[in-house]
C-alpha cells in the first residue's frame, strides 16, 4: 500500500505546477477571449464569439505570413542542418562530442543579443555591406534588413541548433552494420542512403520540425528586430494587443487560435510517432 | 573560436593523405572522400555561420565608438570595461537575470527529479496524462503560456513582477529537467539497489547512498539546461515581468535608441562563464563514463 502512494507523491508538486500554472490559465485564456469590456471598466464574459472572427478577419494576412515563416525556415533548417548532422554522426569520430559542444556553444550568449549582432552584422553601413558598397559590387540602396530574407534567415539562425540535435540523435542510432550489409549486397553508396539511412534517420527530423516550426511561426523578436513593418508576424499583433493595447479578449483570441492550430498539428503528428520518442528526442 | 579550428585542419589533412597512399588502386575511395571533405568544409562553415555573430558581439565590445550606435568599427579599446557600471539599469538587469536562473534552476531541479523518478520508476494510474502534460508545456509556445499567464494574473489582481518571472520559468523548463533525469533512471541497472537492500540498506539509505548518485549527472544536466533556458528567455519574461527588467529585456527596449558597448562586454562575460562550464561539463561526465 505504501509503494503505491509513493509515485503520486513524488509527482505531486511538479505536478500541481504544470496544472495550476499551464492548465488552469490555458482554460482560463479560452474563457476570456469570449469576453468583452475594456481594461478601464473590466472585461465581463459574454460569450462574445465574434472576438475571433474580428480578429482572424483583421489579422489574416499576418497569421498567414507567420506560417508561410515558420514552413520556409524549417524546410531551411532541414535542408542545412542534415549535412552536417550527418557528418558529425558518421565522420565525427572521437571529435563527435566537440562538435556537439560547438553546435550549443551559441546558447550562451542570450538570442536577444545574437539577433540584435545580425542587425549590426546586417545594417546597410554596417561592416558586411559598408565594405561592399564602397567597392561596388552592390548598389548604394541595397539593403537586408527589413526584408523577408532577413526575417526568414534570422528564424533559421536562431533554430539551426534544435535541428541539429534530433537528426543527429536518429543518425547516431543507426547501425553501422546495416549500412555494410546493405553494401555487401551490391547497393552503391546513394542507394544505401536512400533506402536505409535516410528511413531511419526520419524520426530525428521529425522530432526537429516539432522543436522548430512552432516556436518559429510564433516568434515575433525576429520579426521585430530584423524585419521591417511588411514583416510583421502574428506574434507581434499578439504582444501589442496584451502589451501595448490591453485588448485581452482580441489578444486571446488571437493566441487561442494559434495554440490551437499548432496543438491540433503536433497532436497528430505525435499520434503518428509515439509521445514518449517525441520527448526523448526534444529532451537531447 | 578559432583554437579547435587549427589543430583540427591539419590533422584531417594528414589522416586522409596515409589512407589515401594505403589504398591506391580503389576506384571508388577518391571519390567518397571528397565527398567527406566536402561535407567536412561545409559543417565548418555553418559553425562559422552560427559563431559570426558572437564574434562581432565581442569585437564590438572593444569598439572605439563615440556615438549610441556601436555598427562601424572606430578603433580598439579596453576604456568600456572601465565604464562597466554606467547604466545602473543594466547592472540590475544582469543581477536579476542570475537571480532569477539560480532561484528558477533551484525550484525547477527539484520537482524536475522527482517527476523523473516517477516516470522512470513507477507503473502508476495517471501515467499517460503526467506525459501529456508534460509534452503540452514543451511543445506550447512559449507565446501563448505567456499570453494565457497574463490573462490569469490580470484577472486576479495578481501583480506581476520577479516572482511571476521564476513562476513562468519552473513551467517552461521543469519537463526538461523531468526528461533528463527519466533517460538517466530508465538506463540505471535496478540489481544494484536491490543489493543494497539485500544488505539490510533502508528505501531511506538506499536512494542517498545508491540511487541519488547514479542519477546525479542526469540532475546536473538537467539543472544546467533549467538555468541556460532561464538566463537567455525572452518571450515568457516579457509577458510576466511587470516593472522588473531582465538582461534580455534591456537590451531589446535598448534597440531603437542604440545598444552601448557594456551590453556586448556582459553578453561576452556570461558567455565566457558558460564556455567554462560546459567544458567542465563535458570533461568530467566523460570521464564518469
Known amino acids: ?51 475571433y472572427g474580428q480578429a482572424l478577419a483583421a489579422y489574416k494576412t499576418q497569421f498567414l505570413r507567420s506560417v508561410g515563416y515558420g514552413l520556409a525556415g524549417t524546410i531551411l533548417t532541414i535542408v542545412l542542418a542534415y549535412p552536417m548532422a550527418y557528418w558529425i554522426a558518421f565522420k565525427g569520430g572521437a571529435r563527435k562530442s566537440t562538435y556537439l559542444l560547438l ?73 553501422p552494420r546495416v549500412v555494410e550489409a546493405s553494401q555487401d549486397l551490391y547497393a552503391t553508396r546513394a542507394q544505401s542512403f536512400a533506402k536505409i539511412v535516410f528511413p531511419l534517420s526520419l ?16 516568434d515575433y523578436v525576429n520579426a521585430s528586430i530584423l524585419g521591417g513593418p511588411a514583416n510583421t508576424m502574428i506574434g507581434n499583433i499578439i504582444q501589442t494587443e496584451y502589451l501595448v493595447n490591453n485588448d485581452y479578449p ?8 494559434l495554440m490551437a492550430v499548432m496543438l491540433i498539428g503536433i497532436f497528430v503528428y505525435a499520434k503518428a510517432l509515439g509521445t514518449e520518442n517525441v520527448l526523448e528526442a526534444a529532451a537531447r | 573560436m578559432s583554437g579547435p579550428v587549427s589543430p583540427a585542419l591539419p590533422t584531417r589533412a594528414a589522416a586522409g593523405e596515409a589512407t589515401e597512399q594505403a589504398t591506391p588502386g580503389a576506384p571508388r575511395r577518391p571519390r567518397a572522400r571528397w565527398g567527406d571533405r566536402l561535407l567536412f568544409g561545409y559543417t ?36 568600456w570595461w572601465g565604464r562597466l557600471g554606467e547604466y545602473p539599469d543594466l547592472t540590475t538587469a544582469v543581477l536579476n537575470s542570475i537571480g532569477i536562473g539560480l532561484l528558477a534552476t533551484l525550484i525547477t531541479t527539484v520537482l524536475g527529479t522527482l517527476l523523473g523518478i516517477a516516470l522512470g520508476r513507477y507503473r502508476f494510474r495517471g501515467q499517460g496524462p503526467t506525459n501529456l502534460i508534460m509534452f503540452a508545456a514543451i511543445s506550447s509556445p512559449e507565446l501563448v503560456m505567456g499570453a494565457s499567464l497574463l490573462s490569469l494574473f490580470v484577472s486576479l489582481g495578481v501583480q506581476t513582477g520577479y516572482a511571476t518571472i521564476v513562476l513562468a520559468h519552473v513551467l517552461f523548463s521543469v519537463s526538461f529537467v ?22 539490510g540498506a533502508s528505501t531511506w539509505v538506499t536512494f542517498w547512498r545508491v540511487t541519488f548518485p547514479m542519477i546525479l549527472p542526469g540532475v546536473v ?12 528567455d525572452f518571450v515568457i519574461t516579457q509577458f510576466t515581468s511587470g516593472a522588473t527588467i531582465t538582461f534580455p529585456l534591456w537590451i531589446y527596449g535598448a534597440v531603437r535608441i542604440g545598444v552601448p558597448p557594456q551590453v556586448n562586454i556582459l553578453g561576452t562575460l556570461i558567455f565566457a562563464v558558460g564556455v567554462v562550464i560546459a567544458v567542465v561539463n563535458t570533461v568530467t561526465s566523460r570521464r564518469r563514463v
Open chain 1, 103 to 175: 553546435v550549443l556553444l551559441p546558447f550562451f550568449v542570450s538570442f536577444v543579443l545574437r539577433t540584435v549582432s545580425w542587425k549590426f552584422l546586417l545594417a546597410d553601413d554596417g561592416i558586411l555591406l559598408g565594405p561592399l558598397k564602397d567597392l561596388g559590387v552592390l548598389p548604394q540602396d541595397f539593403h537586408i534588413l527589413a526584408t523577408t530574407v532577413a526575417v526568414i534567415g534570422g528564424l533559421t539562425y536562431n533554430y539551426l541548433p534544435f535541428m541539429v540535435l534530433p537528426i543527429y540523435v536518429a543518425l547516431e542510432r543507426v547501425d
Open chain 1, 1 to 51: 500500500m505504501r509503494r503505491k502512494i509513493v509515485p503520486y507523491l513524488l509527482i505531486l508538486p511538479g505536478g500541481l505546477w504544470l496544472l495550476i500554472f499551464l492548465v488552469v490559465p490555458l482554460v482560463y485564456m479560452a474563457s476570456v477571449s469570449t469576453m468583452t469590456g475594456d481594461v478601464v471598466n473590466g472585461f465581463l464574459q459574454t460569450f462574445h464569439f465574434a472576438n
Open chain 1, 203 to 218: 524520426p530525428g527530423v521529425f522530432a526537429g520540425v516539432l522543436m522548430t516550426f512552432v516556436p518559429m511561426t510564433s
Open chain 1, 250 to 257: 482580441a489578444g486571446a483570441a488571437l493566441s487561442f487560435t
Open chain 2, 221 to 232: 544536466s538537467g539543472a544546467l539546461l533549467a538555468f541556460a533556458l532561464s538566463i537567455d
Open chain 2, 178 to 199: 523531468a526528461v533528463t533525469v527519466r533517460a538517466r533512471v530508465v538506463g540505471m541497472d535496478g540489481s544494484i539497489e536491490e543489493a543494497a537492500r539485500d544488505l
Open chain 2, 44 to 79: 565548418w562553415l555553418i559553425l562559422l555561420w552560427l559563431f559570426a555573430p558572437i564574434l562581432v558581439m565581442i569585437a564590438f565590445g572593444f569598439n572605439d565608438t563615440r556615438s549610441k550606435s556601436n555598427v562601424t568599427w572606430q578603433g580598439f579599446t579596453l576604456k
